[in-house]
């Protein structure tokens, strides 16, 4: 059955914008003002006048995350690359949207081949006998 029409339209469209994106970085950036440590400073006073802006870059790497202060410079050179990762996100998202929707409109999905149980078989482990 596959996509509609209508989806596969969207879905070329949403492949030329792709071509269009160029490097991309992965992770979140974030601007932030904090306070330090010396009590005496400006960022404890009434109101506080806190230290930044900051840009943080946090990402996954090797299933630790990682994070990493950004010059405004260092910010401002790879912004571009912020921007593009975090529209291919979304227009993956949106292919995986029409990609589960045609799926799901297919009539043979969700049928049951054979007569078999609904469910797997339970395994029940046997305790061992014998000292150890």
């Keep these: 059955m596959g996509l509609t029409p209508r989806q596969r339209t969207r879905a070329r469209i949403i492949a030329s914008e792709l071509a269009t994106i160029g490097p991309v970085l992965p992770g979140t950036v974030l601007r932030r003002e904090t306070r330090c440590g010396r009590a005496n400073c400006r960022c404890h006073a009434n109101p506080p006048q806190l230290h930044g802006p900051y840009w943080w870059w946090t990402r996954s790497v090797g299933g630790k995350t990682v994070t990493r202060m950004l010059s405004d410079e260092l910010y401002e050179d790879y912004r571009a690359y912020f921007e593009d ?48």
Excluded: C, F, I, M
């Design 85 to 132: 990762q975090r529209r291919a996100r979304e227009l993956l998202g949106e292919l995986e949207s029409l990609a589960l929707s045609a799926l799901e409109a297919d009539p043979r999905y969700g049928q049951r081949r054979g007569r078999g149980p609904t469910a797997p078989p339970r395994v029940v482990d046997k305790p061992r006998s014998g000292s150890r």
